[in-house]
DNA sequence: GAACGCAATAGTGTCGACACTTTATTGACG
DNA sequence: CGTCAATAAAGTGTCGACACTATTGCGTTC
């Protein structure tokens, strides 16, 4: 009997708050959203081979789309292939980790001088407000939700850079780095995040690119820091997580099943 | 009659400077590299709606590995997809180039300090040794040899970074924006380009971050501001150019072959 | 004569099947 | 008993076909 995982479900349960030129029409984009969720969830571990017919099987649909899905997953670096073995899943490295912390301080940083150079009061505006309309209760926030409203509070900035790819790059980055950044949110629930977000609005407010840069550094630094002691809890999250889709290393053998 | 397109030509013409950790086995990985080339080199012309069955038909292969193909476009900005469209060849706008020389120089500027902090005395005299290599008449060679180098000098700064994910960006960067950059290349023989790549190979020696990433930022700018007039040599190649796989705007209708 | 709706055509999205490659299993040999 | 080769199984890469959607062309109606 083939365990079957519901889309629908996985579906809702997206953070869901990126920009995306490219929507296919129905079962790719399913698979996709699906097969992100179960890399999230560590449902899949890493480094571990996906097999196609298993997922789809698993997902109700032809192979087709679920390779359509895992391509999209590869150029975004949430899995590997390799010529004639297959998709991979990435492997949970400490030093990736750091590298992707790295860049997207890279562009955040870029991203808000930017928006000190060019955002018109308006813009500046709308920064507050959004901030204001999410400070209250911040960290009561299940932390999806927290997450999905740090994400937009940072994508926010990219885009009043004025700078669209600014606004890809980091979204691309944020959904590889979501998985660990949730674990740490679960973990941690540090009040600094609450106070230096005030502090970033403010120097946006001044147009301060200097203090605004460093703040975000910082910000962004705290976090890399708290990855390592994140990493353990991933790797506990991995290997007592179920498994309903992968068979990754212990699979059964049924012949007449 | 169809007209066929030779793969393995087309990949030979290749200028093949990046890493990427995806390799399809065979004519998926083909057909990228032939779209590619017709992209970069305007036979497919911007916003033409592309059509898979008549690329299919060019290439000598199935629809799946040109949609594979395709979708690995699209993630690159090559391309878009509208759901139940199919794909559009990237539109030749100033703006988005802009924003893409923008987010260039940031990635290279990020590379460069990063350098100078890390890099030990040897990974620099990697970077004068490749510097010194292609110096001896390096305007003398033909555009995609310029280009191929010029990749090479960045990207291996890039690399000194030590940040892998820093190489991957600007690899994906480049590829965008190297169709534009040949037209520059052919246009003008700017000795300044020579001069400002041994400047910064002189401030990387002395690790002058600050020296070597003003002199980034400027020869970078100085190629976006060449962009606008290549930009009027690109359209009129646009539509003066061959037009072997796409009918684009004139399709001409054939009944009985 | 123009706008609307309908039919025909073209084109994408998905499927199941097959060929070839990699991996696991079995059996022979040292 | 371990190593290696032959064989079987599993899995990916590609194909051609079909269903459904979008577009074009045509005829009708006002």
Redo the contacts with the bound molecule.
Sequence with gaps: MTERIDMEAADTAMVESEQDSRR??????RAYNTIRQLLVEFKLKPDA??????LSRSL??????I??ALNRLASEGFVS?T?????FVRSLSTEGLIDLYELRSIIECAAFRLMCERAVDADIGRLTAYWASIVDGYQDNPPDEILAKDEGFHLLIAELSGNPELVNQLAAINARIRFIRRIQIERTHDPRQVSSHSEIVAAAVRRDAERGMKLLRDHIEMSVSATQDALKDALLKVYTAPDPAAPARGRR?V?GG
Tied chains: 1, 2.
């Design positions: 296919s029409a129905d079962s790719s984009e081979r996906l097999n196609e017919v298993q109700g649909v032809s192979r087709t789309p390779r359509e292939l010529p004639n073995r297959g998709f053998r012949k």
